[in-house]
């Protein structure tokens, strides 16, 4: 069975996006922390992304290693990003790009299907996606790369839940510029 990862930058008060979709809030990551999203996009076998995140990602990354002054991190993340396998859930898009699979249909299905199957590690993206994987206790691991900014509302990393979820605490780091990151674990 395949572990399934949830992990972004987020603000101190829990939001993934500011009011309005701004995720100007968190600047340029440090080059550490962005090497650690692009190690972690490395180890990761497929990625399943929400529409929001899809067309935030898939306007810059694949040719983010064509852009000018783009550093050798950022090159390399844009290569591995336009070259790993993909799924994108929605049903308002008809045409995906860059080595991605559509899926319009029952998103929990398919990934508790995609959990099933042999294969390395699932991240997933998108607070709407991500929440209903989160109800449906499909999420085995929580990476929060948690930024040192108060946003006061927008769009929050966790989804209102029907029950509890304990969670075992398996690293702390600290990365330049105050930026937190914690994985935890869910108890299963």
Do not use: H
Request: glycine fraction near 12%.
């Amino acid at each position: 069975m395949r572990k399934l990862i949830y992990g972004m930058n987020l603000t101190l008060d829990g939001y993934i996006a500011a009011p309005g979709d701004d995720i100007g809030w968190g600047g340029p990551p440090s080059d550490e922390l962005f090497q650690f999203w692009s190690d972690q996009l490395q180890a990761t076998d497929l990625s399943l992304y929400g529409r929001k995140l899809w067309q935030t990602m898939s306007s810059y990354w694949p040719t983010g290693d064509q852009q000018p002054g783009a550093t050798t991190a950022e090159i390399e993340f844009a290569r591995r990003w336009r070259d790993m396998s993909k799924v994108v859930f929605s049903s308002t898009i008809d045409k995906v790009d860059w080595n991605t699979r559509l899926v319009t249909g029952d998103a929990v299905a398919e990934i508790t299907r995609l959990k099933a199957e042999d294969g390395g590690p699932m991240d997933i993206g998108g607070a709407t996606l991500a929440g209903a994987a989160m109800r449906a206790g499909l999420i085995d691991e929580y990476m929060l790369a948690t930024a040192p900014v108060l946003v006061g509302g927008g769009t929050p990393f966790f989804t209102a839940l029907d029950n509890w979820v304990n969670l075992n605490l398996v690293e702390t780091r600290t990365f330049p510029g105050g930026v937190v990151l914690t994985r935890y674990e869910t108890r299963r």
